[in-house]
């Protein structure tokens, strides 16, 4: 009898394993949008580059190491490089057409939520602002204790 009872025990942690190994691997391959929580997502966007993932949704800090020009086709942005403490690089736009700008300076230190998008130089992310529909969350930059949203 105890044989049969730990059989079934050893079946029923081998099923509920499987289901769950199964429920993660369809989210993570049909999903064109990942969603994480935590203050710091640098792995996060490890994966998302060298997988070449877009649409991940992503909360990092570090340090700005570049300004660069505004992006004025469309939606007008600011544009920077951040660092991550890993030595990744990420460029930040962020639309100045729905939130004011960020007035950064080289070395400034960020947090910011956004949406990241895979290109060969390390990534973009984009959505550092409210959604104008209200639909979702939006994103957001903190820069020395101001969040711009």
Request: a neutral charge; proline letters at 2%; aromatic letters at 10%.
């Amino acid at each position: 009898m105890r044989k049969l009872q730990a059989h079934r025990k050893t079946i029923w942690w081998v099923v509920a394993f499987v289901l769950l190994t199964s429920v993660w691997a369809f989210a993570h391959k049909f999903s064109d949008t990942w969603t994480f929580e935590g203050s710091d997502d640098s792995a996060t966007v490890e994966a998302a580059f060298e997988q070449q993932r877009s649409g991940v949704w992503v909360d990092v800090s570090g340090k700005v190491t570049r300004l660069l020009p505004d992006d004025n086709k469309g939606s007008r942005h600011q544009r920077f490089i951040l660092e991550l403490e890993s030595g990744h690089t990420l460029m930040i736009a962020h639309n100045i057409d729905l939130v004011v700008r960020v007035p950064l300076v080289l070395g400034d230190m960020v947090e910011l939520r956004g949406r990241y998008e895979w290109n060969h130089k390390g990534g973009v992310v984009h959505w550092t602002h409210h959604d104008p529909a209200g639909e979702m969350e939006g994103g957001w930059i903190d820069h020395k204790s101001q969040r711009y949203r």
